[in-house]
T-cell receptor, first 114, second 114 residues
Framework: GNSVTQMEGPVTLSEEAFLTINCTYTATGYPSLFWYVQYPGEGLQLLLKATKADDKGSNKGFEATYRKETTSFHLEKGSVQVSDSAVYFCARARMNTGFQKLVFGTGTRLLVSP | ETGVTQSPTHLIKTRGQQVTLRCSSQSGHNTVSWYQQALGQGPQFIFQYYREEENGRGNFPPRFSGLQFPNYSSELNVNALELDDSALYLC?????????????FGEGSRLTVL
């Protein structure tokens, strides 16, 4: 089927630790891939995206590389901050006749302690 | 620039009732999508509106319906509410010419059905 799978949380880290949140997808073809972030009490915000294989999306110190060989789009950050505590959603675009939609994973909660 | 705004932010209904949720899209955005986010889950696509018409729909029954107005604002209507309709309902808008993923989300309307 067409789905997105991401690691279950919560992921608990100390400040300045290295972060990896795994995401894999199944799809026909090569869909655009995204990471969205949801801070407490806020709506989803686009964090980064990649539209083709081997692209690397980056923003606010976060990076993710579109790996078609492993159908993955893992999110990484070298040094997390307390302010990064949020829920992170991996998503892929799905194209249908006349419109496009996003298919989201279930989300991974990140908790960063001082 | 005003972002996506949704109302109400919270509401409580009982089974069998009807509810209307409202969304004002970001300035210049002509496409509006609605997503349902159950607790602990990722958002699920309900439908999308473009030029005041529904141009795409997810796996939701007909009692979920919507409207888009000439100013691109939108409503989501749910009839005959069921307990499982309890969720965060997210509205997202996107500008002309953008593919899926360039979505700008509101903070959502949290619906509780008792």
């Amino acid at each position: 089927g067409n789905s997105v799978t991401q690691m279950e949380g919560p992921v608990t880290l100390s400040e300045e630790a290295f972060l990896t949140i795994n995401c894999t997808y199944t799809a026909t073809g090569y869909p655009s891939l995204f990471w969205y972030v949801q801070y407490p009490g806020e709506g989803l915000q686009l964090l980064l995206k990649a539209t083709k294989a081997d692209d690397k999306g980056s923003n606010k110190g976060f990076e993710a590389t579109y790996r078609k060989e492993t159908t993955s789009f893992h999110l990484e950050k070298g040094s997390v901050q307390v302010s990064d505590s949020a829920v992170y959603f991996c998503a892929r675009a799905r194209m249908n006749t006349g419109f496009q939609k996003l298919v989201f994973g279930t989300g991974t909660r990140l908790l960063v302690s001082p | 620039e005003t972002g996506v705004t949704q109302s109400p932010t919270h509401l409580i209904k009982t089974r069998g009732q009807q509810v209307t949720l409202r969304c004002s899209s970001q300035s210049g955005h002509n496409t509006v999508s609605w997503y349902q986010q159950a607790l602990g889950q990722g958002p699920q696509f309900i439908f999308q509106y473009y030029r005041e018409e529904e141009n795409g729909r997810g796996n939701f029954p007909p009692r979920f319906s919507g409207l888009q107005f000439p100013n691109y604002s939108s409503e989501l209507n749910v009839n005959a509410l069921e307990l499982d309709d309890s969720a965060l309902y997210l509205c997202a808008s996107s500008p002309p010419g953008q593919g899926a993923g360039e979505l700008f989300f509101g903070e959502g309307s949290r619906l509780t059905v008792l």
